[in-house]
């Protein structure tokens, strides 16, 4: 359950949508569907592999593996994933804890979807009411992992998660009867093969691992919290199912909505902030539905923001532990938090009007994160703990992770090891560099 928290949150909600709506929607989802089982599922098992079988954090978990510190160098390249990838999703967090309170202001009432997309902008525009929202979510987070209250969450996760895919059923229900919602189904199901092109392919690569928190140590992590009865493969499958689940009913919330109400679906980040509200402004209960949907967004938001951030304090924990300074628990929360609360604001400020300083090329600080988290440092992570785990652990011991021997599960092992050796690694190269255009 933690896991699947921590794989669905604003990847799916978010993020899917509008990098979908930016590369052509049909053709995307085939691909990223694609990407999902070839990639996310051996993945997946691979970090859990990883995790489990060392009982360490991303920062013990190579060491302790390999008994040697050559590997140390993939333990820092995914703490600095986590932590440029938490700059903007803090940033997102925040914007959602704002639309709660939106919400139950009544802020959207009356209101069009050109008056939505004025709403957002004068939200990115204004610094210091974005870095409070984010702050709020940053303490939030914090003060879980200060308590250790996983537990509670989990089992909060269980009732909440539920609830926010009945919530969606409900809201594609509504969706689908507006007027020109088939424009937005055809954009979103219908797959235009001329659209792929290597851009698309590493996009939709990327946003598979980003979207199943592969490729920065989350999993490894989770992994060594893992009890030694606990499946493998059927967990990989559950989170992988739900994950996809979530993102595909966001897809057939969003896309129709965007056509009926005459939004472009090439937006950028903001088009769920646009649409969303535009699509409860339709629904019966349109106060209580808004409230309660960016509600259990910031749910989602804040179990996945709770996997980042535990990343790096356990690496911290661990990393410190036989120094001279060892920080405890509560020490590398208030680092992190600290750390983290920087990048925050760089992500904030390239946003405003007052941050083009923090642009290149066409880009400010909060596109740069985001895509390179995704495209480049997590297939690159990946591709490395592959071979790690494909190349450089001992076989037995991979297979003997899936059951025990001649059951069925022992033989996934059968299978799962060419994939990591050979073909997961050469695909994420080839599409890595056809996408940068190298190949
Ligand atoms: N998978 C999360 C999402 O889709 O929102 C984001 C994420 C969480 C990425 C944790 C990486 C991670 F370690």
Known sequence: ?????????????????????ENGGGAFLIVYLICVLIFGLPLL??????????GKSAFGAFQALRKNKKWQWLSWCCMLTAIIIMGFYFVVTGWCFHYVVAAVTHSFKGLDTGAFSEHFTSLVNNGGSMFAYSLLAVLLTAIVLWFDVNKGIERMSKILMPLLLLMMVLMAGRVLML???????????????????????LAAMGQSFFSLSIGMGAIITYG????????????????????????????????????????????????????????????????????????????????????????????????TEKTKHPLNRHKSVLVI?????VMVAFNGISLTNDGTWLCWEGKNFFDWSDMLSANIFMPLNAFAMALFVGWFMDKKDVRNQFGKQDS?????????????RFLIPLAILAIFLNGLGIL
Request: proline residues 5%; glycine residues 8%; charged residues 10%.
């Open 1 to 21: 359950m933690a896991t699947a928290g921590s794989a669905v949150g604003l990847g799916n909600i978010w993020k899917f949508p509008y990098i979908a709506g």
């Open 45 to 54: 098992m691979t970090e859990f592999i990883i995790g489990k079988k060392s």
């Open 179 to 201: 007027p020109d919602s088939n424009i937005g189904m055809k954009f979103f199901f219908q797959a235009d093969f001329l659209k792929i092109n290597p851009q698309t392919v």
């Open 224 to 319: 060594a919290y893992m009890p030694a009865n606990q499946n493998i493969s059927a967990t990989s499958l559950q989170v992988v199912v739900l994950d996809t689940l979530v993102a595909v009913f966001a897809g057939l919330i969003i896309f129709p909505a965007v056509f009926a109400f005459g939004v472009d679906p090439a937006e950028g980040p903001q088009l769920v902030f646009v649409v969303l509200p535009a699509i409860f402004e339709q629904m019966s209960f349109a106060w209580f539905s808004g409230i309660l949907f960016f509600g259990l967004l910031c749910v989602a938001a804040v179990t996945s923001t709770i996997s980042l951030m535990e990343v790096a304090v356990a690496f911290l924990t661990e990393a």
């Open 337 to 341: 938090s600290a750390i983290v609360l």
């Open 408 to 420: 069925w599960l022992y033989r996934i092992g059968a299978i799962y090891l060419p994939l990591v």
